[in-house]
């Protein structure tokens, strides 16, 4: 009987087999490169057939290179040997697909995928939104973590920790970009409280005014002091991040002395001889008043990658610049609101940019430079970056006490996986303290008798 069920299975299995792909890809010759090229792994050269989209990567040993090109739009920045965004490029220009391949080596079409599920097979999302069959490529699972990629001999490990999820035939590493606020508070630190993001201080230091000991009022704590001197404390966590259409920041400052005009954030770089001028994402700046009103402004502006969508506000402060002033700007969609103000009281203004446009709506994110934090003279306190929008209720009371502000409701889960909490209780129970008595007897209790005591005579 069992030599009967396994000639059955080997029959099975001789015609059960998977798909196999197999894509004709272009040779590439390599041509002879030597150390003193190859110093970075990467160049670019012009009489070997580089254009705007292309480059040369170098072997091992560094004796020959092969031409690689950018994904589209992406194209080459010779100054940081990487793929970059066209708007941060200024010289170059494509004309047209071709700059991004020949077209002798670019695939036209994906090619056609049938997946067997039942061997743990899926097809890559590619013309038609499904895993068993369409365009695509062939991934098969081997466990939990591991997966053969097309028609490669070995295997290959989800990064992360993660695991292969045939349904979306991808890996799943269960990685937040935010999973909660973040808090710099900068008592003598310059790292995220909460989940320990650190922070360059720059030419800044910690200060404490005995008069006014930073924010809130009521709590002792210091603050970050900058000089103005075009050394501000960067956040190398905002370079290319990404947050989504809610989204959160919030920061206390005031100036020290006449300190003009000045940059409280922003992720903008200037015009270099060596690089082109980046535009920001996220800004806040001050200005001083006017001769006509007289108040002191606040401008922020958010913006995406290219610069399409740009949204702008100025506002006058509640007080001078010489006093702690907040901003806090938030968005959920097409829906932007600001808020600035003191501890005393705050100011809100409320947009919909969908009034203007339905698609009209930002994306938080980053671009390739960091957030430069204090860019001006004076000090900076209490930054708090956050994935989720506040009520106005919470947003009077973080004004009152910076260090309280709401949560969201998945982040105490993230967090207990980190090990930074306690899991919760299911149920409220109240310990009390009792003392332990033996248990009663049941019935009447009876008098023992007392011996009888002689009577003198």
């Known amino acids: 009987m069992a030599r009967t069920l396994l000639g059955a299975l080997l029959v099975l299995v001789m015609f059960i087999k998977p798909s196999v792909q197999v894509i004709d890809y272009p040779v590439i010759q390599g041509v002879p490169a030597d150390r003193e090229i190859c110093k970075n792994g990467y160049y670019w050269d012009e009489f070997q057939g580089d254009n705007c989209c292309s480059y040369h990567q170098c072997n091992e040993d560094h004796t020959e290179a092969y031409q690689r090109f950018c994904a589209p739009p992406l194209v080459w920045n010779r100054n940081a040997s990487t793929c970059d965004w066209q708007d941060n490029i200024p010289y170059c220009i494509p004309e047209n697909d071709t700059c991004w391949a020949p077209p002798e080596q670019r695939r036209q079409e994906q090619p056609e995928c049938v997946a067997n599920i039942t061997m743990d097979q899926c097809c890559q999302v590619g013309e038609f939104d499904q895993v068993e069959e369409g365009k695509g490529l062939l991934f098969t699972k081997v466990n939990e973590t591991h997966y053969i990629y097309h028609h490669d001999r070995w295997s290959q490990k989800c990064p992360d920790n993660g695991t292969f999820n045939l349904d979306t035939c991808c890996c799943d590493t269960g990685r937040h970009a935010m999973p909660s606020c973040l808090h710099w508070h900068f008592d003598l630190f310059v790292r995220d409280v909460r989940y320990n993001v650190p922070m360059a201080e720059g030419g800044c230091r910690f200060n404490r005014d005995l008069i006014n000991e930073g924010v809130p009022k009521n709590l002792p704590g210091f603050s970050l002091e900058c000089m103005g001197d075009g050394r501000p404390a960067r956040l190398e966590y905002f370079s290319n991040a990404w947050w989504g259409d809610e989204f959160g920041i919030a920061i206390w400052f005031r100036c020290v002395g006449d300190c003009g005009d000045g940059v409280i954030y922003s992720n903008g770089q200037a015009a270099t001889e060596k690089t082109a001028e980046i535009n920001p994402t996220i800004q806040l700046t001050i200005a001083r008043g006017g001769v006509r009103d007289g108040a002191d402004q606040a401008t922020f502006l958010i913006a995406d990658r290219l610069s399409i969508k740009t949204f702008?506000?100025?506002?006058?402060?509640?007080?001078?610049?010489?006093?702690?002033?907040?901003?806090?700007?938030?968005?959920?969609?097409?829906?932007l609101w600001t808020f600035w103000g003191t501890q005393e009281t705050h100011q809100a203004s409320y947009d919909d940019t969908s009034l203007l446009d339905l698609d009209f709506r930002f994306v938080a994110e980053g671009n390739t430079c960091p957030l430069k934090v204090g860019d001006f003279r004076g000090t900076i306190d209490q930054l708090l970056i956050c994935p989720f929008v506040f009520t106005n209720d919470e947003v009077g009371k973080w004004r009152q006490n910076p260090n309280l502000f709401p949560e969201p409701r998945y982040s105490f889960v993230y967090r207990q996986i980190l090990g930074l909490a306690a899991p919760p209780s299911t149920s409220t129970t109240t310990t009390t303290t009792t003392t332990t008595r033996p248990p009663r007897r049941r019935g009447r209790k009876r008098r023992r008798a007392e011996p009888a005591r002689k009577r003198d005579i």
Do not use: R
């Not at 010489?322 to 097409?334: C, D, I, L, S």
């Open 312 to 335: 702008m506000k100025t506002v006058d402060l509640v007080v001078p610049l010489e006093e702690w002033n907040f901003f806090m700007f938030q968005m959920k969609g097409t829906k």
